[in-house]
């Protein structure tokens, strides 16, 4: 089924120069044929989760499926530098005749981000002026309409779904398996047990020199994993 830019059984294309990626544009195997067996589980978000500035096996999603073994679950890492809660609704849409999804985990970006569908869909950062008129009221808004379309998504067909944070946490009242406690950003350096953080004299970034860098991505796959190990199942 497609009616203009939503499918339920493609992917939006992407084009993403200097990294390996599908022919989609994704960094995850190609989507046909899908091996028989197994569960896939479906990780969207932003740049953070796509990995910009790092090699694949440094990202987040590659940390968690390595912690995770030699299991039955199949990772298939969908997320799209720029993407809004928005956009990784759209790409959601796209898994359920394709990828046939049986765990969602979304890392939702920055709310104030849209996607604007006109002709070929546009990526709006918060700052781009056509946003002028947003604020706080309709950010949260746009961004719960957006958790609830997931939660509908995984309600429909049969999927659990896990939901974290790339930046900033936002409350998500009702919904459960909720990684509140830390963000990519906000992961490392970590806390020790007297309330201060390591001493840290050179940040860890990505080698674009903008995003976070390959200790953060492995500190948050660890938490998540610590957090959801069981029901990652």
């Given at each position: 089924m497609k009616f203009g830019?939503?499918?339920?059984?493609?992917?939006?294309?992407?084009h993403n120069p200097g990294y390996v990626t599908n022919s989609h544009g994704?960094?995850?195997p190609e989507f046909k044929p899908l091996p028989d067996g197994g569960?896939?589980?479906?990780?969207?978000?932003?740049?953070?989760?796509?990995?910009?500035?790092?090699?694949?096996?440094?990202?987040?999603v590659s940390r968690l499926a390595s912690m995770c073994g030699k299991t039955h679950l199949r990772f298939w890492n969908l997320g799209q530098p720029g993407a809004s809660p928005q956009k990784c609704v759209r790409i959601l849409t796209g898994t359920e005749k394709l990828l046939f999804p049986n765990i969602i985990i979304m890392c939702w970006p920055f709310k104030g981000r849209r996607e604007r569908l006109d002709k070929e869909p546009v990526d709006l950062m918060s700052t781009d002026p056509m946003l002028k008129h947003e604020n706080e009221h309709t950010d949260t808004n746009i961004f719960l309409q957006s958790v609830f379309q997931v939660e509908k998504f995984a309600e429909r067909?049969?999927?659990?779904?896990?939901?974290?944070?790339?930046?900033?946490?936002?409350?998500?009242?009702?919904?459960?398996?909720?990684?509140?406690?830390?963000?990519?950003?906000?992961?490392?350096p970590e806390w020790d047990k007297h309330g201060t953080r390591e001493s840290i004299t050179k940040p860890d970034v990505a080698s674009d020199g903008k995003h976070y860098g390959a200790k953060h991505h492995d500190t948050f796959a660890k938490k998540f994993y610590d957090k959801f190990r069981l029901k990652l199942k």
């Open positions: 830019h939503y499918s339920d059984n493609q992917l939006p294309m992407h994704y960094r995850c569960k896939n589980v479906v990780v969207l978000g932003c740049s953070h989760t796509f990995g910009q500035g790092l090699e694949t096996e440094q990202t987040w067909t049969s999927a659990k779904v896990f939901h974290c944070f790339a930046q900033d946490v936002y409350e998500i009242q009702g919904a459960s398996n909720v990684l509140s406690e830390t963000t990519i950003r906000e992961c490392w």
